[in-house]
């Protein structure tokens, strides 16, 4: 842990450990408990568990008989024969990943009992830390597991965590905004969210409290430099040589402009999101074995992409889970992104119909609806009126070297070739007006037979590439293959427009499209408008901020300088908030 490559082993089940953990928490809490500057109290994190001992052999037995209440229930999912419970053994891993032959069923129902087990746990934990202090906000988790091929050996289900357990949401993301948008999602209420150790380049900094973290821990911000780890010298803020003084200052100015605008920062996670990204348990648990220490899978490829591809929409963009769907809580977005969700509950993927049905609209990435959580075939997608004829998959060129990560997890990069094709648009829907407009597949290529559905866009062979699908009162736009992250918008854009997502104000380029390279998002107040725009890069951004009408006078609200004509020049990394007047109150 930590850092180092030791193999540590605990059993949280052990009566012993938890004695140790009591002890521990009684010697130590005062120095917590009576320490002023502490905001919260992190239980765990960096970390992973996963447990073979006999006492989780009997845990997991009992855990599947409430299940299952039958053997032959069970023999019916998992496909085996055994005669009583008694009989089971968790399936093995070996390097940190399953075995080869692991039967897929019995894999998920173990991923899923080590992660219930280890909820509990903590559960346990926080119960006794409360005994010696009833104040401190307390959290845990993994950040990271939640978009990792390795989730199934983790024990970390961070929509169980920030729900059961946590009082403020944790999120050690770094640099990456994406998690603050999915760990929003995940929680059933509004919840504060910190960021313990944000490591890495210190741009972006603000658009981290702008996408909702409250706190931020800046790692590595250390007195003198570190005689141990030089390695961590080069992103230290006081003694990076690869951080500028300018860059030193802009961190210290965020610092201070986050007290000063917090109720201005605060009003950009007020509304919420109308676009969501189908975040699948059964598809970040049911991964291959040969795949699990790739680090990513064609579905969470997917989900980066497309997150990407979104952010530039001028809108809030969320999550929505399994758990969700089944709530009922699809109904509240316009349009659903399905990334490549190969594994999904059969009453989930349901909902999802009934969704389309009732008006919703989906864009459905490949391959997605084909499995059910145990990897049972399960192919929804004929249910569209389509019919895939064939797959082309990227080539396997070879694998790196097994690595031991910092958190005892093991990775092993897989190449792929490439498997890139051309796509060119028709004139229909929502791509009218732009016959001839160009993307780019990158990954796995369907042969599609559009039945009676429309094509809208193709292959340069002519065959499908885009088809859209007519379904009760809603609508499906089916990929036949992956898109490259940035060709993305160019479906998403119009997309949002046809939809009539909400967004006050946007920012427009030269050509009066949205502005991309620049993450640029509008809320609405009684008499004004906000506006953050982070620039995601080191080139200039410019735009134009453009409303359904007119606007008024624009400030620059770190600068505290007007913007003539509310015509934007962002600097490389730049990011700011701007009020902008309504007409009417000018």
């Known amino acids: ?106 894999w998920y129902d173990w991923a899923q009992f080590n992660a219930r087990r280890f909820t509990d746990y903590l559960k346990w934990a926080k119960s006794e830390i409360r005994k010696l202090d009833p104040d401190i906000p307390i959290n845990a988790g993994g950040t990271s597991s939640m978009l990792s091929s390795a989730n199934s050996t983790t024990g970390i289900d961070e929509e169980m965590i920030i729900n059961e357990v946590d009082d403020v949401i944790l999120n050690e993301s770094g640099h990456s905004h994406i998690f603050s948008d999915l760990f929003l999602s995940l929680s059933d209420k509004k919840m504060a969210m910190v960021e313990p150790e944000m490591g890495g380049s210190p741009h972006g900094t603000l658009l981290h409290f702008l996408k909702g973290k409250s706190s931020v821990a800046k790692w590595w911000w250390a007195r003198t430099p570190s005689v141990e780890y030089h390695s961590m010298n080069s992103s230290s803020i006081p003694h990076g040589w690869d951080i500028t003084l300018a860059e030193v200052e802009e961190m210290l100015r965020i610092g201070l402009d986050i007290r000063r605008l917090a109720n201005e920062i605060a009003e950009f996670t007020r509304p919420e999101p109308e676009v969501a990204i189908l975040y699948s348990r059964s598809s970040i648990v049911q991964v291959p074995p040969h795949l699990h220490r790739a680090g990513r899978t064609p579905y969470l490829d997917a989900i980066f992409s497309t997150w990407e591809g979104s952010r530039f929409l001028g809108c809030r963009i969320g999550f929505v889970t399994e758990r969700q769907i089944l709530d009922g809580k699809l109904s509240r977005f316009k349009l659903l992104i399905v990334p490549a969700v190969k594994y999904i509950q059969p009453e989930a993927s349901d909902s999802v119909m009934g969704y389309i049905k009732k008006g919703g609209v989906a864009l459905v990435v490949p391959e997605s609806f084909l499995f059910d959580q145990y990897a049972r075939q399960n192919d929804r997608v004929a249910e569209l009126g389509l019919k895939i004829t064939d797959v082309t998959l990227p080539p396997v060129l070879g694998q790196g070297e097994l690595v031991q990560n910092y958190d005892q997890s093991i990775t092993q990069t897989i190449v792929y070739g490439e498997v890139k094709r051309e796509i060119r648009a028709g004139n229909e829907d929502i791509f009218r007006g732009k016959e001839g407009l160009i993307l780019h597949s990158e990954g796995l290529v369907q042969k599609i037979d559009p039945g009676k559905n429309k094509v809208i866009a193709s292959f340069s062979d002519g065959s499908p590439a885009v088809v859209l699908v007519k379904k009760g009162r809603g609508a499906v736009y089916y990929l036949a293959a992956p898109l490259a ?59 134009t901020i453009k409303g359904q009408g007119e606007i008024g006078a624009v400030e620059d609200l770190r600068k505290l300088r007007p913007v003539p004509g509310g015509q934007v020049r962002l600097g490389p990394w730049q990011e700011t908030i701007f009020r902008i007047e309504k007409a009417a109150s000018r």
């Open 485 to 543: 992250a940035t060709d993305y918008h160019q479906i998403f854009a119009p997309l949002a427009g046809k939809l009539d997502l909400r967004r006050p104000l946007v920012g427009v380029d030269a050509q009066g499209n949205l502005v991309t390279g620049a993450e640029v998002r509008a809320v609405e107040r009684r008499n004004d408008y906000l506006m953050y725009a982070s620039n995601l890069g080191a080139s200039p951004v410019e735009f």
């Open 1 to 106: 842990m930590g850092g180092r490559k030791e193999t540590v082993v605990i059993c949280l089940e052990s009566p012993h450990i938890r004695q140790a953990v009591l002890e521990y928490m009684k010697r130590r809490y005062d120095q917590w408990k009576n320490n002023p500057n502490l905001l919260y109290n992190i239980m765990a994190y960096e970390l992973m568990y996963i447990c073979y001992c006999e006492r989780s052999q009997r845990m997991f037995r009992d855990w599947l008989q409430n299940k299952y209440g039958s053997i032959e229930k069970l023999n019916r999912t998992w496909r085996t024969s055994y005669s009583s419970f008694g009989q089971i053994r968790a399936p093995e891993t070996r390097n940190a990943a399953p075995v080869p032959d692991v039967n897929r069923a019995a």
